[in-house]
């Protein structure tokens, strides 16, 4: 007789799923294509659809092999398996399903010990970029680090670097000679030393099972089911170490958003997704389009973003479809710092408090880590709580790790009783009180316990008969795949680290142009997409209150010289108070709209403004001079310690070498070169453009 928690005591398996959802849910065993937009249930989707197959005899809930890209979206897919009946399959990391097969296969192909991962490879690379004559500054030494990091997850060698560098004309952090130098050291130190990156865990995992067929031939009679969620982020090295697994077979189910690729600088690529049903033209393609998680409000502003983007595939052109009741119109508002853009969000947020809004139900969302701190500061002078995403990791607390130990002790007791009951009592003894504290540190602390006894809750709701050693269990393997519960408190984040999370209530802020898109992504066609879809991850994020931001000026007293971001234009309802000023910074309809210096006609793409010329237009480069230029540009670089596109990207230094300014005002002329850059390489840029033209 099957138990009470099998999936085949669960009747109605399928109730409540969409009719899109189940005919994902029940698709033939693979290869099945999920095309899933923000907030239609995807993970509830594939869920329900690994039930239904160990349900249907299909494959043994053992067999299924589940991966994503976080921790956080691995342990909730284990989570809601659980719940489902299905403890047995695995959901994992692709970097944790490497670790653990790498462990196990180890002594089988090497031999002797495993080697250690390593936490921290600054000291390996500051060893590497030393041997190679460059210096060991912490900037330089992080890009170094990515540098290696994009070339693995890329499949490209030291000795293939310089090459594929220069074809994809990737802004490197030193000659790309010199980088391809220090990537040999690296390897050779850390190999000395017999320690693995995390990069390294896909690398020998895929090899070995390329490389040693008894093993493939074991695993692959372990594992005959394949999911693998997020598919627009898989990367070269992680599509190969797939392959590794399927080995031919096809028992696959991808899920995946292509407007949502946001790491393609890291080598990720939407093309295994799109090229899907080419590789395997009997797949089943199931569309997911009917969004649970937003307002029609939010739904409609997400899609005129995404909408306006360029380039996308016909096939991956989703559209959402808002599903729940009507809510608040997003909000826009600018402001003449970001001080004041601060503050005014921190009261914002005081007044959602106030109406009933949960604090960790509410988040601020920025472009890059260094915003915080405005943040921080609002937030802190009106007494909200917060928690800054990426910061100390929960299991790492004091309070956790004491608690932890106390629960691991108290499971080994023969007393018996309700889960619940059990942990509140042993946690009373290291610091939770009935009620909460006044606030402060001690106030995050009982927040943090009382966050264990939640998670308690919470497996006592999905497993019949939980006790004491098997959430000791639980927890212990959250900690170890670094799956923290929800604290309260406001969430702050780069968007970025927001991607697979969501809220009530979502503040996007600091939306003004070299922030948002990033400045190096300028005269980038292909960056600025990224940026866009970046945005518009930010949008999905809010499920009910939005609110869009932007200052004038970063401090207080200084020109308000900053206009807002690109993406706003369009967005803004005619009605609203800031949509004049929207309207007065778009580009001009008339006949003052950029054209070319060629032949005279409208520019509509930003590099063809970028370079003054359509691209249809000769190009008259002075290529001595653009060669001078990037290596004056390089030297720049090095000395100020920064990526060579901080100083000028190569379509703003194409631009210069083939319009040959000799003066500020034809220099200023040139997109993308402002009052900034012509005060702090205007002088240099002219002085080598004269030295050029005058020779």
Partial sequence: ????????????????LDPEQRAAACAPRGPVCVLAGAGTGKTRTITHRIAHLVRSGHVAAGQVLAVTFTTRAAGEMRTRLRGLGVDAAQALTFHAAARRQLRYFWPQVVGDRPWELLENKFRYISQAANKAGLGTETELLRDLASEIEWSKASLVSPDDYPAVAARTQRDTPAPASQVAEVYRNYEKVKNAAQVLDFDDLLLHATAVLEEHTVVAQEFRERYRCFVVDEYQDVTPLQQRLLDAWLGGRDDLTVVGDANQTIYSFGGASPRPLLEFTRRFPEATVVRLER??????EVVALANQVIGAARGRPAGSR??????RPSGPVPRFAEYDDETAEAAAVARRIRDLLDSGVTASEIAVLYRVNAQSEAY?????????PYLVRGGERFFARAEVRQAMSALRMASTDADTGELVTRVRSVLAKVGLTDQPPAGGAAKERWDALLSIVELAEELASTVDDADLPRFVAELEQRATAQHPPTVEGITLASLHAAKGLEWDAVFLVGLAEGTMPI???????????????LFYVGVTRAREHLSLSWALARTSGNRRNRRRSRFLYGLIPEDHPAARVARSQQPKQSGNKARCRVCGGPLPETLDIKLGRCSRCPSNVDEQL??????????RSRELKVPAFVVF???????????????????CA?????????????????DVVRASVGS
């Fill in 1 to 16: 007789m099957a138990s009470a928690s099998s999936p085949k005591s669960r009747p109605g398996l399928l109730d409540g």
């Fill in 291 to 296: 969004d649970y998680r937003s307002t029609p």
């Fill in 318 to 323: 989703l559209k959402l479809i808002g599903q």
């Fill in 376 to 384: 921080e500061q609002a937030l802190a002078e009106l007494g909200i």
């Fill in 519 to 533: 400045l190096h992504a300028d005269g980038d066609d292909a960056a600025i997409e990224e940026e866009r879809r």
């Fill in 626 to 635: 653009l060669e001078k230029l990037k290596s004056w540009r390089g030297e």
């Fill in 649 to 667: 990207t190569d379509a703003t230094l194409v631009a210069i070498a083939e319009q040959r300014p000799t003066d500020d005002t034809a220099l």
């Fill in 670 to 686: 040139i997109s993308g070169i402002g009052a900034t850059k012509l005060e702090r390489f205007g002088a240099e840029v002219l």
